[in-house]
């Protein structure tokens, strides 16, 4: 099974930027997509964004795309989300995640870490 850990949020101003980075160790090879899934509170995961491991396909739900980047550097075994032009509605906990990626988007959702959480208010 895989290890996860996350870093990198924090409270930031609507329109501001942060990266959310998660170390991945462990079984790194044996998922089918790595990404983030966030819940806020009162509200169900939602699967944001992933890559695909066989292809590097990567996947946004709709509500971030043009404003999230996710990326990964293979020698570091970490993936990154960049995360621009954000808004007081991607408040939540962030979770960097090891799932499925489907028509129905990222979830099946087998390892996650302890979160992060990522504020966005003036």
């Not at 808004?87 to 129905?104: F, H, Q, W």
Request: proline share 2%; glycine share 12%.
């Amino acid at each position: 099974q895989v290890q996860l850990v996350e870093s990198g949020g924090g409270l930031v101003q609507p329109g501001g930027s942060l990266r959310l980075s998660c170390a991945a160790s462990g079984s790194t090879l044996d998922y089918h997509a790595i990404g983030w899934f966030r819940q806020a509170p009162g509200k169900e995961r939602e699967g944001v964004s992933c890559i695909r491991s066989n292809d590097g396909h990567t996947y946004y739900t709709s509500s971030v795309k043009g404003r999230f980047t996710i990326s990964r550097d293979n020698a570091k075994n970490t993936v990154y989300l960049q995360m621009n032009s954000l808004k007081p509605e991607d408040t939540a906990v962030y979770y960097c995640a090891t799932g499925v990626l489907s028509i129905r988007g990222f979830n099946d959702f087998n390892s996650w870490g302890r979160g992060t959480q990522v504020t966005v208010a003036s």
